[in-house]
């Protein structure tokens, strides 16, 4: 089993700045793609930032140029570096990632609890 635990959500002004963190634990190989998704109140679970193992970086349009995406393959964290935040960037923020197991050296996706983003106008 593999457990995602993530820290860093919290409330800000717009404007502000917030850094998301996860943290891989368990029966784990290696990690794939790892990224960060949100969810708004009534609204579907969107990707916000993805990094591949060896650095590739995608984003959602609505969020380059302010968030920033890094992992750490040696701890299997990921951090989501969050600035110039907005009110539509408010949302339950939720790490994802695709975990290959080193008791079957199958790989599955695994999400986080999610942490709470809220930006204040």
């Known amino acids: 089993q593999v457990q995602l635990v993530e820290s860093g959500g919290g409330l800000v002004q717009a404007g502000g700045s917030l850094r998301l963190s996860c943290a891989a634990s368990?029966?784990?190989?290696?990690?794939?793609?790892m990224g960060w998704y949100r969810q708004g109140p009534g609204k579907q679970r969107d990707l916000v930032a993805r990094?591949?193992?060896?650095?590739?970086?995608n984003y959602a349009d609505s969020v380059k140029g302010r968030f920033t995406i890094s992992r750490d393959n040696a701890k299997n964290t990921v951090h989501l570096q969050m600035n110039s935040l907005k009110p539509e960037d408010t949302a339950l923020y939720y790490c994802?990632?695709?975990?290959?197991?080193?008791?079957?050296?199958?790989?599955?996706?695994?999400w986080g609890q999610g942490t709470q983003v809220t930006v204040s106008s």
């Open positions: 994802n990632a695709l975990v290959v197991s080193s008791d079957t050296y199958s790989s599955s996706q695994y």
């Open positions: 368990g029966s784990i190989f290696s990690i794939n793609n």
């Open positions: 990094i591949s193992r060896i650095g590739t970086t």
